[in-house]
């Protein structure tokens, strides 16, 4: 069993940064692939990108360039940077990692960009 918990979220102006983080823990030994999804009111949950064990990193097209992800293995953390945000990254951001073929989901964090 995995327990994903994510943090970091909160309130900032176009433009500005948020960094988010996400520990998991219980039995993490040997986790793959992490990842960060969001879901926006009204809209379904979409992916922002992942990162293999490896460092191999996929973003989606609208994140490419501004949103960074990187991942400690030996904490089995990961963590999103966000520059240039704007308001339609705002939404419910969550994470969530492969172990043994099982993904594993945080409760999520709130981020809201203001214009």
């Known amino acids: 069993q995995v327990r994903v918990v994510e943090s970091g979220g909160g309130l900032v102006q176009a433009g500005g940064s948020l960094r988010l983080s996400c520990a998991a823990s219980?039995?993490?030994?040997?986790?793959?692939?992490m990842g960060w999804y969001r879901q926006a009111p009204g809209k379904q949950r979409e992916l922002v990108g992942t990162i293999g064990s490896g460092g191999s990193t996929i973003y989606a097209d609208s994140v490419k360039g501004r949103f960074t992800i990187s991942r400690d293995n030996a904490k089995n953390t990961v963590s999103l940077q966000m520059n240039r945000l704007q308001p339609e990254d705002t939404g419910v951001y969550y994470c969530?990692?492969?172990?043994?073929?099982?993904?594993?989901w945080g409760q999520g964090t709130q981020v809201t960009v203001s214009s």
């Open positions: 219980g039995s993490s030994v040997g986790i793959n692939v």
């Open positions: 969530n990692a492969n172990y043994r073929g099982r993904w594993y």
